[in-house]
């Protein structure tokens, strides 16, 4: 079946520039999550949603950063006034509410560049 | 709060030579481990993880891990490496939240393995 989609896979924009980056999770998902993977480092939390519960972001960088999901499909994370330093690869993963600690699915990513 | 450290940020191998790829986590409750890869130009994907039980897990490609709750240790094996083993793999932990599916994830900076024939 359909993997996690993102959507661009490639964003070059002006520091500035508000951006908006989408992710399709796998169909019946209710868990998805943005991670940010920085040049030469890990994956960094983002922010979570599962449900309808409230989201955690408490990985959010600034209030620049927001994400928005529309019941238990597509989300999409926007970034305001974008930096140099917000350059990265911005993944989504999602995962079966049913694993509580289950695999999640990442999806091949945005490359965000600022310049 | 927890954390994860990959001590090798590099480690090239040759070709059918055994590989092991450390990580070490800090956690004060239980954590879930995993191992994810990233080949060139690709998403990342599960390669095995550790809930509960056996502490030798094995995964995908010949890869097996050991939890070593004493040392904190969750290190990657593999007995004969293959030129297509060449990615970056990923440690990462999970909190046991008690049954909940809150599985954020606390990655390590990331293990780049190069097998050259």
């Known amino acids: 079946g359909a993997g996690v989609s993102q959507s661009p896979s490639n964003k070059v924009t002006e520091k500035g520039k508000d951006v908006e980056l989408r992710c399709d999770p796998i169909?019946?998902?209710?868990?998805l999550y943005w991670y940010r993977q920085r040049l030469g480092q890990g994956l960094e939390f983002l922010i979570y949603?599962?449900?309808?519960?409230?989201?955690?972001k408490s990985g959010l960088p600034s209030d620049r950063f927001s994400a928005e999901r529309t019941g238990e499909s597509v989300s999409t994370l926007t970034i305001q006034r974008t930096q140099q330093e917000d350059s990265a690869v911005y993944l989504c993963?999602?995962?079966?509410?049913?694993?509580?600690?289950?695999?999640?699915?990442f999806g091949p990513g945005t490359r965000l560049t600022v310049t | 709060a927890q954390s994860v450290t990959q001590l090798d940020s590099q480690v090239p191998v040759f070709e059918e030579a055994p590989v092991e790829l450390r990580c070490n986590y800090s956690?004060?409750?239980?954590?879930?481990l995993f191992w994810y890869v990233q080949y060139p130009n690709q998403g990342l994907q599960l390669l095995l993880k550790?809930?509960?039980?056996?502490?030798l897990v094995k995964g995908i490609n010949g890869f097996e891990a050991e939890f070593n709750k004493s040392q904190t240790s969750f290190h990657l094996r593999k007995p004969s490496v293959h030129i297509s083993d060449t990615a970056e793999y990923f440690c990462?932990?999970?909190?046991?939240?008690?049954?909940?599916?809150?599985?954020?994830?606390?990655f390590g900076q990331g293990t780049i393995l190069t097998v050259h024939p």
């Open positions: 169909s019946g998902h209710t868990a």
């Open positions: 949603f599962q449900g309808n519960s409230a989201p955690d």
């Open positions: 990462a932990v999970s909190v046991d939240a008690g049954g909940t599916s809150y599985g954020k994830l606390t």
């Open positions: 993963a999602s995962s079966d509410r049913d694993f509580s600690a289950g695999e999640q699915y």
């Open positions: 956690s004060s409750v239980s954590v879930y």
């Open positions: 550790y809930l509960s039980g056996s502490t």
